[in-house]
């Protein structure tokens, strides 16, 4: 089965720096998602990457994977409170059935 | 617009008793539908999943089983809570053809 590795498991950073998390995957990922979560509260789809170099942004989000296809990153740029929260990266097993990553906890100090 | 339904938002209960958490979705017909259940200090993990009425997938051997009855319905039960069932349970549909899944608000399950 497929294994996704987060890293780092949780950040503090001060407000308006940058920052970036890494999804790394056991498997080739033919479909890899981003999504954030407030603590106790369903997850909010950020964004999709599918293939190879493929990058996109939103807002100030920006998330990229990797050439092999086998590792994702996230890229906060002038991180905001409103920034903080869980970040999970999620990888397409087939059938839709999506297989998540630990989640990446992010505080962002005013 | 689609919008997914899920509760109730907390529930304690005590082991050895019945759970029934009930997801909808409206604006969409024959969804894919998922459980899914995040642990304390655990990742979120697949539970069941639908691609129609009646028919379910399970993912992990546990205490837990899932029914759809109707296309835009997906219901978790237990006949026998236990301790380990407690978690955040979460509820998403997906379309299919379309990447990427919409989530619930979730449920706190408490098992005391």
């Known amino acids: 089965s497929q294994e996704l590795e987060q890293s780092p498991q949780s950040l503090i950073v001060q407000e308006g720096k940058n920052l970036t998390i890494n999804c790394t995957s056991s498997?080739?990922?033919?479909?890899l998602y981003w999504y954030k979560q407030k603590y106790g509260e369903g997850l909010i789809f950020l964004m999709m990457?599918?293939?190879?170099?493929e990058e996109k942004s939103h807002e100030k989000i920006t998330a990229k994977l990797d050439e092999k296809k086998q590792q994702s990153s996230l890229h906060i740029t002038a991180s905001q409170p409103s920034h903080a929260g869980i970040y999970l990266c999620?990888?397409?097993?087939?059938?839709?059935?999506?297989?998540f990553g630990t989640g990446t906890k992010l505080q962002v100090i005013p | 617009s689609q919008t997914i339904h899920q509760w109730p938002a907390t529930l304690v209960q005590p082991v050895g008793s019945p759970l029934s958490l009930e997801c909808t979705v409206e604006?969409?017909?024959?969804?894919?539908l998922y459980w899914y259940r995040q642990a304390a200090g655990r990742g979120l993990q697949l539970l069941f999943y639908?691609?129609?009425?009646?028919?379910i997938s399970s993912e992990v051997p546990q205490n837990l089983s899932a029914s759809r009855p109707q296309d835009r319905q997906f219901i978790l039960s237990s006949k026998k809570l236990l301790l380990s069932d407690s978690g955040f349970y979460l509820c998403?549909?997906?379309?299919?053809?379309?990447?990427?899944?919409?989530f619930g608000s979730g449920t706190r399950l408490t098992v005391v």
């Open positions: 999620g990888a397409d097993g087939g059938y839709q059935k999506v297989t």
């Open positions: 604006g969409t017909s024959n969804p894919n």
């Open positions: 998403a549909w997906s379309n299919r053809g379309h990447y990427g899944y919409t």
């Open positions: 990457l599918q293939k190879g170099g």
């Open positions: 498997k080739t990922l033919y479909g």
């Open positions: 639908s691609v129609g009425i009646g028919q």
